[in-house]
Structures are given as C-alpha cells and as structure tokens.
C-alpha cells in the first residue's frame, strides 16, 4: 500500500510508506539543531531474539514521490492517433513521459506504465479495430537529448494493457502504418540506433498482427575505401505513408545518417524516396526531378483528397559548387562545409511519384525549420489538397499546394512535431510540440492549450533554504523555473510557478537563498537574479579578448556556488573560470581539462564538444574542485586551481565516456564519486567509481545496478554509506557505500533522472527528471538504515520537525489544474517492524508528562507510518470523527502550541521514544 497522496488538514494516513518529510528549523538555533539531537531510546525492555531481517526490496518499492510539476511547459509531443469512432478522443506519445490519453482534450491519463522504456516515436489506432493501439518506442527526432526504446507495443484494449510485439533492437520508430481494413497488416519504420549503426534498421510488416515480422526495405551503403572515415553503414526509414485508396501503394523514406557524441552528420547517398504497388513486396528509388547526391531527413504526405499527389520535404545537405565526393568526405569527416549548403524545398508529384517538381519559393532559406533533423515532417489537409502544414520551430502553412507559405498560427506552437486533422472536419487539429498539447476547433485560429500536464524535461535542477524551500529547474526549450517544494494552502497548482529563466533552461543555482544563477544553453545569458528584488544582472558570462581562442561552452554547462563563501561562484567552458563576488569578476583558474582533440571541437549539428560537464566543490574543504569533462577526463585540485591532477587514467575499467558527474564526499575529503554516462555510444551500462585518496585508485562500485546509464550520483550528508544515484530509468539507493543497490522508483514512473538534490535541512531527495517533472520524497528515514538499526526488531525513526503553515493565499486558481502534491499536513511518525506485531502499536504523544494524543498504527512488518495531525485531543463532546479511528468524535480537538513533544511507541508491551517538534510559521510574510 502507498499512502500520502493528497492529505488535508488535520488528515493522518497508515500503511507501508516512504513519507515526504516536513520542514526542520525555528527561529531560533535550538530549534534548527532540533532533527540532529532527536534522540530514539527503548523504555520498557529490549527483545533479545534476532530479528528477522527487513525486506528492503519491498520497503524500497514503496516509496512515494510527490509529483510536485510544473505543468505549462508539458513536454515533448511527437506523435498524435485519435480514436476513429469519437475523435474526442485521443492519444499523444511523448518524446520522454510515455503515452497519455484524453476522452475530451481536458482530462489526460498516463497510460503506458512499462518498467523499461519511457520514450515513443509513433503511436497509431487501428482504423476497424479502433481498440487496437500500437506505441512504437524509441523518439525518432534525432536530438540530443532523444532517448531510445525498446520495439513496438500492441494494446488490445485501449490502452489498458501492452504487450511487446517484437523489434527489439529497433532503436527509433519513425512511423506506423494500420491497413484500412486489415489490422494485422502493419508497417514500421524503423531509424535504429541513434549513436551506432545496426542491422536492424529499415521498413518492417506484419501480417499477424505482430507475431512476426519482415524486413521489407533497408540498404547498405558499403564502405568503398576512397573515404577517409568511412565505413559500413545500414539504412533506417524514417517514414513512410500509405496511398488513400489502395494500401497496396506505398511511399516510404530511408535517412543515411550519423551521429557521434561530438558530431552530427546530418545526410549521405543514402537518404531517398521508394515506392512500392505491391505491398512492399518490391520498392522502386523515385527520382523523377528530386535532388539526388547527399540527402538528410525527408518527409512525406499524401491527401485523400488528392490521392496521386505526393508532397516531399527534403533536407537537401549538398553543397554548390563541391562534388558529391568533395562533400561526401566532408560529411565523413563531420566537419563544417567549405561552402553553402542548399537550402531545404517542399517538392510535389502529381503522378504518384514519376515526376516531381519544386514548389515552396526560392527565399534563400528553406521551409523545413532548423535544425531539419528535429522536424522533418509535412502534414497534408485530408480534406483539401492544396492545404499544407510544414512543421518546425515555426511552422508554416499552405493554401495553394506549397508555392505560397506564411505562419501557420499564432499564440501556440514553436519546435512542432505532431499534428493531427479530424479526417471529417479539417478545423478540429491537435497540435504537439516542445511545449505541450494544442487543440482548436476553428482550424487554428485559436487554441486551448492543456496545462495539466506534469512533463517538464529538466536537465539540471537547484534549491534554496526558504522556508518552505523552492526548487529551481532548467528544461528544455523553456526556459527555467521555480516553485515551492510545497505549499501552504493545499496542492501545489500552475500559478505557484514562476519563470526565471529563458531559451533552453539549464544550471540554476541558488546563493544565500536569494541570487540565482542561471543560463540557457551553451551559456547563453548567463546571469544572477536577484529573488527579492527581481533584478537581473546579464550576460555575465566570462569571455576572453576578442583576438584570443574563445571558450567553449557545453550545452549544459556547470554553474557552483561555493559552498564555504556564497559570493564565490564557479563556471566551467573547456577551462573553469572563479568569480571572488556573484560573477561579477572572473579568473581563469584552470587550463584546458579536455583532450582538445581538433577533429572534435569543430563538430556540426548544433554541438560544441570537448568541454567541463560536471564541477563541484568539497563541503568540507574550501578550493578542493572535481571536475569531468565529455570525452572522459577527470581532475581533481586541492588549491582552488594553482594545481590540477588528472586522475581518470587511474580508474581500471575506465570506458572513456562522458562523465555524468563527480561528486566530492561530505564526510571525507579524499573521498569522491564519478559516474560515466555511454547513452551517447549506445552503450547502456552503469559506470560509477569511488576513490578514498583524491583519485590514485579507484573502487567500482556498481554492483548489481542494472544496466542503465547514469547521470548522477549524491552521497547523503547525514549517513557516509548512504548513496542515491539517477539512472535513464530511475531512482537507486544503497545503504553500504555502494557495495548493493536497491530499487528506489517507488511510484515514480519510469523517467530519465537528469538531477538529484538532497535538501540539507529538510532531508528531502529532489528529483529532477527529463520528461515528468520534479519528484520529492523524504529520506530521514532512510538516513537511519543502518546495520545496527536493521537488526532491532522495532526501531522508531526520529521525527523531522514539523511547521504549522499559516494559509495566507487569497489567490484565485484555475479551474483545470493540476494538483501539484504537498507535503503531509502533520507530524510524521516512522518505525519498522522485523515481524508482524501480536497487536496494533499504540503511539502516544506527551506534552512533559501529560498525555494529549493517543493514536493507532499498523501491525505489518516492514516500514510503518502515522501522521499526528498536531492537535491535542481532550475529552468532552466532540464533533463526528467518522470512520478515522485516529481522531474519535468524543474528543474536543485543539492546536498543539509550538514546542518540543515526546512521542512514544508501545508494541506488544515494549516502547521506544523518540522526540517530536512543533513550530509556528514564523516566515509566512517573509520572502526568506
């Protein structure tokens, strides 16, 4: 069982649980120090039998999260399917939170909970069996932050149930086709791997409905030895379509392409178009006028209302002037061109294919959006064959066919991916895109757009010390965001979020819980904010003299706030710059700590490489920095940068990836963590090490995690053999120095976690995903699963203070909100039993020697919980308590006044204390 969800006032909850910790501190230090001199003693007897041993993997699996938001930003759609007998009806793929289905465009549903995937590339609805829904996984927009899957998924039932169908090694899933009348008639197309090449790749069909399936297109471009870099490559599809009136006629599109961690190449001699008119028994390459020679992504479309009319866009990467070998050698080489690439044309057939022609206008710029991997996609009106779509980062609309092109609507939309039109009522269209869900009925020229969502993409997060404290998140393509980690009138909702930053949010860090720093991508705008007065001091970024090299900036590039000086600030490019005062000055205090390899610096496709992803400071030791970079390097110095060592030569079994992070211990200096990341070799492993002396050796430490990248690790500052890391997949813990690892995703769904944050004061583990959003769950319990703790037959956990929140909002809310969950309202109350108790445990709370409340727990083995609602209980007439058996009606009921309270447990005759403290809301009208 799971508890803790959404509690009122006053509310209490038992079960099996990991609960969401309430906030420690007072306005005074005795009241601070409170959580650390909570003392936990046996009063009545120990037992002396061993004590069954906890079943940990049980008590991990119930660990609850609070999904706290934020929801306008939504996430990525890629792909929309509507159900044919009410397309109110329908179903949006996410590009990394999974499958979600609406019966109205306002109420969604997560539906597709699968422990091992989270990203999808094509959801389809089978058009005479509209139960039958299939998910291809695996994003099949090529960006860097797409993630993969694992083949395609069936549902029988809409959606209520999945079964993997196969195409295991699929990687990415452009597209899926369903038979008009057949619906175990599919075809899939399939991009493979996105960092490696595989075999796999190309156009599948069924004809049982998944059973089993045959590759119908693919190709091989052979390496020919004339090329430098070249090699053998496989062909996927990235589309294809279905001709209206005969499903025996085929189009379909493969995309030669090839990305590394440092480059994008973005087309070859293999991307073309193909046409099959026997159901994909045999396929002819269409040229007809179409640009041969290097080609990226093409898209295509075709209109039942003009069924031999075919539209193309195409990413055209040749060069004027260059020969397909001089340009080919380029691309091998991923090597910005020497000279002007074509720009990108929508092309048109009105013969099925035979002959093609140009019809988007020659403006010096092409129609297809930037960068074309990212969009690639032209949707053509069912009803209307001169009416087009080009979706990009503004997309672009057509009324004559493609000559003529201008905005296609206004107020919503930006990096478009998805658009789906009513087959019956062209004004009904459900857009998807970077930022959400899109739904008009007058063919776009307004918009209601769905901000219920919880889906933001973090990929770095930050928190403060106010009281209650806020989360700081960057996400992608919007910007960054705050919110409360909980809030003092109910369920988080929309209008507690605030934007902080722009573009592409990355680092936000927090100095004295008052000045932000923040940055978009590749350090764009970095500045400081101030919280209290809402001054922004920008760009102050560090750039050298112009006749100098520049440095060069990750995506998502570092950002510390010294722990020992707030006014000390640290960035990191290729080299790691010092500010002595809130990045107004900076010093470099390093040299370059990458390899600074030329064939990898001048890499293309939106990607700067060779440079500092992970930096940190030592809580423990002023100017003792890690630092990791991209391409495998990490250093240590112990004098604020005089000096710098490279250590990860050291490290035995070092697979040279990107280092996700290093994390400096809290409780020894010579002690630190590194974690490598091959998501961008499609290598899928979990790489993390620890060194006890500064980096000379190295201990794996990966134990029994499973197979899933990391991107983060965290050593908890109470408990020296408490780590936490963040997987593509979740959340793990281990209780002994990463010796073994437990399962910690609890209720999270499966989502890549990108950050982790452990709130110092509150002992709350923040979670920031790529794709759902923040989750927050509270490990002060879990800070005390010690080996001597695990053996006791009962152990009551120490209790986190708790503050009566003064209500003080007279906000209005939205009426479709998403209810952002906050912390238990109440004193948490932790103990685990070995076995099952003879009897329910009795939980007492005193005031000195008077007793003011009695309340019953559970008897289950395992982690227990009792929320005390903070109010004393007398006896008298009062009101009905109804079914709650820890607040009967006979009592009168009064708030418990700040101070400290003992609080005992009784199981089975034996009891145990521990201390509990309540305090007012002292910070209600304050910013800090």
């Known amino acids: 069982m799971r508890f803790v969800s959404k509690l009122a006032q006053g509310a209490f909850a038992l079960g099996l649980v990991a609960i969401l910790g309430v906030n420690v501190g007072s306005a005074d230090a005795a ?13 009545r007897g120990v037992r002396t039998a061993v004590a069954q041993a906890p079943d940990l993997d049980a008590i991990f699996a119930d660990v609850h999260y609070r999904d706290i938001g934020p929801t306008r930003q939504s996430g990525r759609f890629v792909s929309i399917a509507a159900d044919p007998r009410d397309t109110n009806t329908f179903y949006a793929a996410t590009a990394s939170g999974g499958l979600w289905k609406t019966p109205d465009g306002i109420h969604y549903e997560s539906i597709f909970a699968v422990d091992d995937v989270f990203s999808i590339g094509a959801v389809t609805v089978a058009p005479t069996a509209p139960d039958t829904v299939w998910v291809g996984t695996g994003e099949a927009n090529n960006s860097r932050s797409s993630y993969w ?30 038979h008009p009348s057949n619906p175990d008639i599919v075809y899939v197309a399939v991009l493979g791997h996105l960092y490696s090449d595989n075999p796999e790749r190309g156009l599948y069909k069924t004809t049982n409905g998944g059973q089993s399936w045959d590759l119908i297109l693919t190709g091989v471009i052979e390496a020919t030895g004339r090329f430098e870099n070249e090699t053998t490559r496989h062909l996927g599809v990235v589309e294809v379509v279905m001709h209206p009136g005969d499903p025996d006629t085929l189009y379909a599109a493969t995309y030669d392409k090839v990305r590394r961690p440092w480059t994008f190449n973005p087309g070859g001699p293999g991307s073309r178009i193909y046409k099959s008119t026997d159901a994909g028994a045999h396929w002819t390459m269409l040229e007809g006028g179409l640009p041969m020679g290097m080609l990226g992504r093409i898209g295509l479309a075709v209109s039942k209302a003009a069924p031999e009319t075919v539209f193309a866009v195409i990413e055209d990467v040749n060069v004027d002037d260059m020969s397909d070998d001089e340009r080919y050698q380029e691309l091998l080489n ?12 929508i092309w048109r057939s009105t013969n099925g294919g035979e002959n093609w022609e140009a019809v988007s206008p020659d403006t010096g710029r092409g129609v297809g959006g930037g960068p074309p991997y990212y969009y690639g996609r032209i949707i053509a009106d069912p009803n209307n064959a001169d009416s087009l779509f080009m979706l990009s980062s503004c997309s672009l609309k057509s009324i004559d066919g493609g000559r003529e092109w201008v905005r296609a609507w206004q107020g919503i939309g930006g990096d478009d991916h998805a658009l789906w039109i009513d087959p019956n009522d062209s004004d009904y269209m459900v857009l998807g895109y970077d930022h959400g869900i899109g739904i008009s009925r007058d063919g776009g020229q307004t918009w209601y757009h769905a901000d219920n969502l919880s889906l933001a993409q973090f990929y770095s997060i930050g928190i403060d010390d106010a009281y209650p404290y806020n989360v700081y998140g960057g996400i992608q393509d919007n910007g960054s965001k705050r919110g409360p980690s909980t809030s003092r009138s109910g369920n988080i909702a929309f209008e507690d979020w605030e934007r902080v930053g722009g573009g592409d949010g990355m680092y936000n860090v927090v100095g004295d819980s008052r000045y932000l720093y923040n940055e978009e991508q590749f350090a764009g705008e970095f500045g400081r904010l101030d919280l209290l007065t809402n001054e922004r001091s920008g760009n102050l970024r560090y750039n050298r003299p112009q006749d100098e090299e520049q440095l060069r900036w990750n995506w998502n590039a570092p950002i510390v706030v010294s722990p020992h000086d707030p006014d000390v600030i640290y960035h990191a490019g290729n080299v790691v710059l010092r500010s002595t005062f809130r990045a107004e000055n900076w010093t470099e205090i390093s040299p370059d700590l990458t390899t600074n390899d030329p064939a990898k610096i001048q890499g293309i496709g939106n990607i700067r490489y060779c440079t500092i992803v992970s930096l940190d400071e030592s809580t423990l030791v002023a100017g003792l920095l890690w630092a990791g970079t991209d391409d495998g390097n990490v250093w240590v110095t112990k004098d604020t940068g005089a000096n710098w060592t490279q250590v990860n030569a050291n490290i035995t079994g070092n697979p040279g990836y990107w280092v996700s992070r290093v994390e400096p211990s809290h409780h020894d200096p010579a002690t630190a963590y590194v974690t490598f990341t091959g998501y961008r070799r499609d290598d ?40 936490f890391v963040g997987t593509e997949m979740g959340v793990y813990v281990s209780l002994d ?15 890549p976690v990108h950050d982790l944050k452990i709130h110092r004061r509150e002992n709350d583990l923040v979670v920031g ?10 490990i002060s319990w879990i800070q005390e699963l010690t080996a001597e703790n695990l053996s006791h037959a009962v152990h009551l956990f120490g209790v986190e203070t708790a503050i009566r929140w003064k209500n003080t909002s007279r906000s209005e809310r939205s009426a479709q909100n998403f209810a952002g969950e906050s912390a238990p309202t109440g004193s948490v109350l932790n103990y685990m039993l070995a076995s099952p108790a003879a009897s329910a445990p009795t939980i007492r709370i005193y005031d000195g020697e008077r007793l003011v409340r009695e309340l019953t727990g559970s008897n289950d083995a395992g982690m227990n919980q009792v ?18 058996p820890n607040r009967p009606g006979n009592l009168v009921y009064s708030p418990a006044p700040e101070g400290l309270y003992r609080v005992v447990l009784e199981v089975d005759g034996q009891e145990y204390s521990a201390s509990a403290r309540v305090l007012d809301d002292h910070w209600w009208d304050k910013q800090f």
């Open 334 to 345: 991923g090597q910005p061109s020497a000279g002007t690439e074509n720009i990108d044309f």
């Open 149 to 178: 899957g694992n083949g395609i998924y069936k549902s029988t039932d809409a959606g209520g149930t999945w079964t993997h169908m196969g195409l295991l090694d699929s990687g990415h899933i452009g597209r899926i086709v369903v």
């Open 769 to 778: 995903t790529h794709g759902r959003g923040f989750f927050i769950t509270d």
């Open 684 to 723: 899928f492993g979990a790489f993390i090490y620890k060194t006890t002396d500064y980096g000379e050796t190295w201990t794996d430490i990966s134990a029994n995690l499973p197979d899933e990248p990391i991107n983060v690790v965290r050593e908890d500052h109470r408990n020296p053999n408490l780590l």
């Open 867 to 884: 929320i005390w609602d903070m109010d004393f209980g007398r006896g008298g007439s009062g009101g009905s308590g109804g079914d709650n």
């Open 31 to 43: 009241a601070q120090q409170v959580t650390e001199n909570v003392i936990v003693t046996t009063t």
């Open 737 to 751: 120095g990463g010796g073994s690892w437990y399962n910690m995703r609890g209720d999270m769904p499966t989502v």
